[in-house]
């Protein structure tokens, strides 16, 4: 029987990742920002903007510092707290990229190549950037530098979330007591947020036309949910095989209000609850946003003291792996 060799931290730490390749939406407030803002009492937690992550792709770099800028503006009009919750940018960290490459030299190739992402994009054709290959172990670098006891994690996100834990297990087995290993967790709610326009498809940052965006206008958001696919059948239930587009209205105004729909209520009707209760949530953050917006260099302070909070925690980190290793002091 083997015994995992672990850290323990004395607190319970938290990470939240956002990657900067398109607008926050809907789903993403549902499924990452509430938990993390709901766990801001009682977890110490960290909201990472993994800017390093857009890099696998071909970009815009004036984009790419936008959508950063941007999210965290989001992050902070939708509730979290900079001084409970750090708003961090993975680039402004620089721990982050060393503990990547001694993360690399305990990774085996096979391990990055069967990662869904890249053996999906891979298979596609065209040229292909090396970061995309190992940019999961980059993201257990993210994981691993800051002690985190919890990940939450979605479907798509476990083979990630694995990957770190092997790697810290096996930096741990020949190194020594180097890493927390973390373990994932799953918010209360299990709803999935889908594409409005394809109900078969998570909604997304940058692709779909079903996507609400956190920051979109109202006529955009009431012309998006009226033209949300439903089906001949009538009947407002839930169904996710045979009824997945009004089973994903059903699911966001339960999310939304903690309750079903309307006693007899038709595709119609359903739709105008959907649309009002999005409104009701999303107003009030399309407000804060404009405000936060306005002072750009206070945001910039956020990001800069968030980057300073957690330094010293990334800091320690790099210099037990660097002994462990082998390096120099």
Do not use: W
Request: aromatic content about 4%; hydrophobic content about 40%; charged content about 25%.
């Amino acid at each position: 029987m083997t015994t995992t060799v672990t850290r323990t931290p004395a607190v319970t730490r938290r990470l939240t990742g956002f990657q900067p390749t398109g607008r926050l939406h809907l789903g993403n407030l549902l499924g990452a920002l509430r938990p993390l803002i709901a766990a801001q009492d009682t977890t110490e937690s960290i909201a990472l903007i993994a800017d390093l992550h857009a890099m696998t792709m071909e970009h815009d770099p004036s984009a790419v510092r936008r959508s950063t800028l941007e999210q965290a503006t989001v992050m902070l009009a939708a509730g979290v707290d900079p001084e409970r919750t750090p708003i961090v940018v993975q680039s402004q960290v620089r721990e982050h990229t060393e503990l990547h490459y001694l993360l690399e030299c305990v990774a085996a190739h096979g391990e990055a190549a069967r990662m869904i992402q890249f053996k999906e994009k891979s298979a596609a054709g065209g040229p292909i950037r090396l970061s995309l290959l190992t940019y999961p172990v980059l993201m257990a670098a993210d994981i691993l530098l800051y002690d985190t006891t919890q990940v939450p994690v979605g479907e798509d996100q476990n083979q990630h979330l694995e990957l770190a834990r092997t790697l810290a297990i096996r930096f741990n087995s020949r190194y020594g007591p180097t890493f927390t290993v973390p373990e994932g967790v799953r918010p209360e709610s299990a709803a999935r947020i889908m594409d409005l326009a394809e109900p078969s498809t998570k909604m997304g940052k940058s692709t779909g036309t079903g996507r609400i965006g956190l920051l979109d206008p109202p006529e955009v958001i009431r012309r998006t949910i009226a033209r949300a696919a439903t089906d001949p059948i009538g009947l407002v239930r839930r169904d996710r095989e045979n009824q997945p587009g009004v089973t994903n209205l059903i699911g966001i105004l339960a999310e939304l209000t903690g309750r079903e729909p309307s006693d007899a209520i038709s595709y119609a009707a359903l739709k105008r609850e959907v649309t009002d209760a999005v409104e009701a949530v999303v107003a009030p953050i399309r407000a804060r946003h404009a405000e936060f917006a306005a002072d750009p260099d206070f945001v910039r302070g956020v990001l800069a003291a968030g980057a300073g909070k957690v330094r010293p925690t990334a800091a320690a980190t790099m210099s037990r792996a660097r002994r462990g290793i082998g390096l120099l002091d």
